[in-house]
């Protein structure tokens, strides 16, 4: 077994970490996303093209690690009905029928949704034509897809971005109204009494004005019996940019009696991608994951691409990418090692897999501490394998800054420090450890244990 990522917290967990090493050999745990994901009563998804299903690295990762399908374009009102009443389920059909021989949930994407509109639609101007054509859109696809699809997007993105928590400027808005929303879930209900059904919108992964204003509708939607079942959080991320209320984000949106989902997951970072760069993503994901599985309601997520080879992001966003869990060539990159530790799981190892952490374990002490700051020791520990590097990544607190650190070198993003060796401890044998230390300032009196992950290299 080459490969342990061990996330250790606080001062005196050596021997916890020590416990949960022994107590958890790598052979017993799930060694997949999606049968970690099960253990905890989850699914863990994907979007998936119809375009790259010939591709078998696609299709062999995408059925070996996920058990929920989403498909990225194929169920969009331009694919699905080009002209007025003239419908076209074929390629959605395709990666239906593959998800149902593969066992896994299909998500549906998405009913209502201004981009992707054909055009013929976001022309109407009569309020009473666009509501007939909205209803009788919803009816045919839902009905399509009756008893197939576990959760629809019923609406998507429909509130406007920044600070001001109104809804977006759409042709539904505009020429229906506030009340498109609701009417768009009540023709779903009808249409597929049994999928769960999802408002889903980007930037409302932490609490802020937009989030605020989802959270308002759901309440609003849960007071008078409109049909909603869950929302998605499409957690579209930038690198070192969990936000750190995603959690009780969740939890709010839980304790209206409604599943939260997150839906698009990806985390982009400046390309190319260097080790510093996928350390403090696999962090990141870790997070994500992490956040998820301390919500009971936080019960699916998908990311938006099986590989960094193909991805909408660099369309979008010029010079960045690399956001997924497997990278070009189809291999694990770290961010999948740390989400599926983090769901419990533990990969069997692969050699030559790029994204292996190897077999590294830290653990994590506090040696000193005053009133506005502490001293802390991190040793790395090489498992059966000897190791030529290691990599250990720390996510300080707030307010905290590392004044000093030695018999380690340094690379600070934000509040994540990345720690890598020295010349001479980095060369460790099988079972042979290294230790660096390090002094922290917290004029805020913020004395919190930073959260470290480590790996090799
Ligand atoms: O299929 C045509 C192809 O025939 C043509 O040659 C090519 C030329 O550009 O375009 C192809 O269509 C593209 C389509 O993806 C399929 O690849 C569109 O141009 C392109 O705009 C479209 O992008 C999609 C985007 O939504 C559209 O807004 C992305 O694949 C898709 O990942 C992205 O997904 C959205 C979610 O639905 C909602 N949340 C945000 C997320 C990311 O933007």
Redesign the pocket.
Known sequence: MRRALTAVLGAGALLLAMLVTVALPASAAPGTLKEAAAATGRVFGAAAAQAHMGESAYVSTLDREFNQLTP??EMKWDTTEPSRNSFNFGPADQLVSHAQAQGMKIRG??LVWH??LPGWAGGISSRDDLLSAMRNHIAKEAGHFAGKVAYWDVV??AFQDGGSGARRDSVFQRVIGDGYIEEAFRAARAADPTAKLCYND?NIDGQNAKSNAVYTMVKDFKARGVPIDCVGL?A?LTLGNVPADMQANMQRFAALGVDVHIT?LDIRMSTPADASKLATQANDYKKVVSACLAVSRCTVITV?GITDKYS?IPD?FPGEGAALLFDNNYAKKPAYDASLQALGGQDPGDPGDPGDPGTVTCTYTRTAQWNTGFNGQVTITAGATAIGSWTVVMTMGSGQQITTLWNGNATTTGNVVTVRPVAWNGNLAPGASASFGFSVNASNGNLADPAISCGSP
Do not use: F, G, I, S
């Open positions: 990225e374009n994407h998405t981009q992707q998507n993105e980007y499409q579209h698009e938006w909408w979008v």
